[in-house]
């Protein structure tokens, strides 16, 4: 502890001293420097934190730069956000290519930038110079707007529980209208405090759930400060988490009589101090959560070099709880006892639904994630989207299954649908009677999708590829999904105007077999185009876009 101490406070006076250090610009004519107006940077939330791919250089003269050229400028103090090489030392190595691309539209110069950590590293900030135009050079201290994907979409707020603790957070809603998954996300000792942005940049963790295809809110409380190790001997410290977790509950509940949250499909992921506070907010409320991922997970449990005896304690309320443990093996922040404990814990407790996932020091090298970075096991935690799907597949009681099969036949967001999949999905969300009978096809099909394949068939919702053979792993594409659609629309009895107008699609002619669907369902609101005047009818539909669809079908008012 007294090694790892020690290297912590060496890295942050190395940090200060390199903070502390300003880049000394020279002295621009002020006419010049009135040509640029505005300068905004456009980021993104990476695997090393926030990172910058454009700028928008809004200037009063834009026909000055008519001329204007990538290799007029240079770009300093960018980098992939690594910060140490394989024997640990700090470096900061600038892209040999700075992968400037350049547009102008109107009074905004839009340069594109390979993408690199802003502001910069531990040893600079970036810095962008031109000698032919001086004028256009700038640093992080000329940018007057930063936008950042995903993270503008959250919404500060502020929540006094009812035993008085105030939790400030962000809130990313869904933009369904009905009730939707909410991700509770809780952030590592580093982003404690009270920007309101930090615990939502410095890693994926609030973002990767959206940016991954899944319709869910996420709730983001940023705690002001950071816990002690061995919380579970400091009486006051836990006392305080404890209030934290009843306020966040009872915000939770809101949400939840709102109608904004489904209260079966509620998940929790934590890193660091964040796992270990997951750890917790699962014992304190052990019927809240559908399922969690705890990664590197603070010693909150209990002395993770003592027995599992003391875990089994902690643990006993959660084991019908579905948990991803992650950790690496050699984290030298988090030690990775206390999440094998956990497990070791759960498993003999009887948790049939508790995987873990430690990370050896090859694999960890693999990440570039070196010496201190051992610790930053959520990059490939967030990165492992089998983990994420079956997270998602969750809902509160399942232990990972829906109706009618697991998590291995789920519906991806990014991925095509197959047609037992629709079979399956359909069965359930039009709460389709039994049908008698076996398997109406010959050709065979998995034991999760027989008998939605059969209610569907029944139904008259879709028809087999041929009179024998339903071809259930077949990707259904766009037209095919039109005459799924259309079965529907009439099975409502929807109707298109007799004055319709009719939708022009340059790939679909009034012969092709579909033809008449895809109509149908455009005039119903169900399937557009994917452009003005192309429908796409060889597409596959994605899980993304079959959770729309169904979306627009449930709100459809029949005539």
Do not use: C
Not at 316 to 344: C, F, G
Request: no cysteine; charged share 20%.
């Amino acid at each position: 502890m007294k090694k790892r101490n020690t290297a912590t406070r060496n890295m942050g006076w190395m940090l200060a001293l390199t903070l502390s250090l300003s880049v000394i610009w020279p002295t621009t004519v002020g006419a010049e420097r009135a040509e640029v107006t505005r300068i905004q940077a456009n980021t993104y939330v990476g695997d090393p934190g926030e990172m910058v791919e454009s700028f928008d250089i809004t200037v009063a003269d834009p026909e000055k730069y008519r001329n204007l050229k990538a290799s007029d400028f240079e770009i300093t103090g960018n980098y992939d956000g690594y910060p140490l090489n394989e024997a640990a030392e700090i470096v900061q190595n600038n892209y040999e290519d700075d992968g400037i691309k350049l547009t102008i539209q109107d009074h905004t110069i839009h340069m594109e930038v390979e993408p690199f950590k802003y502001p910069g590293g531990m040893k600079s900030q970036f810095a962008v110079t031109s000698k032919t135009y001086p004028e256009l050079s700038f640093d992080e201290k000329s940018v007057k707007q930063v936008t950042t994907r995903t993270v503008d979409a959250f919404e500060k707020g502020q929540f006094t529980g009812s035993n008085g603790a105030t939790l400030s957070y962000n809130l990313k809603h869904s933009p369904s209208k009905e009730p939707k998954p909410l991700m509770v996300w809780l952030h590592g000792g580093g982003e404690v405090g009270t920007d309101g942005r930090n615990h939502l940049t410095a890693n994926r963790g609030a973002v990767v759930w959206t940016e991954s295809g899944y319709d869910t809110s996420v709730l983001a409380v940023q705690y002001p400060e950071n816990y002690s190790f061995k919380i579970y001997d400091n009486p006051e410290q836990l006392a305080q988490m404890q209030a934290y977790f009843v306020a966040q509950y009872e915000l939770i509940q809101k949400l939840v009589a709102e109608g904004e949250v489904d209260p079966n499909r509620i998940y929790l992921s934590g890193v660091s101090s964040g796992g270990g506070g997951a750890f917790r907010f699962l014992t304190q409320y052990p019927d809240l959560f559908a399922g969690a991922i705890v990664v590197a997970a603070k010693d909150t449990v209990a002395d993770y070099t003592g027995s599992v005896e003391a875990f089994k304690q902690e643990l006993k309320d959660i084991v019908n709880v579905p948990v991803w443990i992650m950790h690496a093996e050699n984290d030298p922040t988090t030690d990775s006892r206390t999440s094998s404990l956990a497990y070791q814990a759960l498993t003999e407790l009887g948790a049939k639904h508790v995987k873990l996932a430690l990370y050896d020091d090859a694999y960890m090298d693999s990440q570039r994630l070196y010496g201190g970075l051992r610790h930053w096991s959520w990059v490939p935690a967030f990165n492992d989207k089998e983990v994420l799907a079956s997270l998602f597949q969750l809902s509160k009681g399942t232990a990972g299954e829906q109706t009618g099969g697991s998590a291995e036949h789920a519906v991806q967001p990014a991925e095509p649908v197959t047609r037992a999949q629709i079979a399956n999905v359909l069965a359930d969300v039009l709460d389709l009677p039994d049908a008698s009978g076996d398997y109406p096809y010959l050709d065979s099909a998995p034991g999760w999708a027989k008998q939605a394949i059969a209610k569907v068939t029944k139904a008259g919702f879709m028809n087999g590829m041929s009179k024998q053979q339903f071809a259930p792993e077949t990707e259904v594409t766009r037209a095919q999904m039109a005459v799924i659609v259309d079965h529907v629309l009439s099975n409502r009895g929807w109707n298109a105007a007799s004055d319709a107008t009719v939708f022009s699609f340059k790939d679909i002619q009034g012969e092709h077999w579909a033809y008449k669907a895809i109509q149908n369902s455009a005039h119903a609101g169900i399937l557009s185009g994917i452009s003005k005047d192309q429908f796409g009818p060889s597409k596959s539909v994605t899980g993304e876009q079959l959770e729309l669809i169904l979306q627009r079908l449930e709100q459809l008012k029949t005539n």
